[in-house]
């Protein structure tokens, strides 16, 4: 479930105070989270590359909003494709 309070009066900690007990009595797992906040993410990468790729186009066209901080693999083979976008490879 999504609630947009861009017209709304209320902040996220009292968003989230007032949904705790209809939560409660539905015995709900939840979380909030603000979605104006960007998120950070690492990718890790298995032998093939394919995946890596195309996560690194959509996150270059601006489609994976996020910051990418680092990528991460136990094969060398992709630390060319990170590195030649200035990201750290470990």
Same mark, same amino acid.
């Given at each position: ?6 017209? &709304?009066?209320?902040? /996220?900690?009292?968003?989230? *105070? ?5 939560? %409660? ?25 394919? &995946?890596?790729?195309? /996560?690194?186009?959509?996150? *270059? ?5 996020? %910051? ?23």
């Amino acid at each position: 479930m999504a609630f947009d309070l861009a017209d &709304c009066n209320v902040s /996220l900690e009292r968003m989230t *105070e007032l949904w705790k007990p209809v939560a %409660d009595t539905h015995r709900m797992s939840w979380r909030m989270h603000d979605t104006r906040r960007r998120r950070r993410m690492a990718i890790l990468v298995g032998k093939r590359e394919h &995946c890596l790729r195309e /996560l690194l186009w959509r996150w *270059e066209d601006g489609q994976l909003d996020c %910051d990418l901080p680092l990528v991460i693999s136990n094969h060398k083979s992709a630390e060319g494709i990170v590195k030649r976008r200035g990201l750290p490879f470990h």
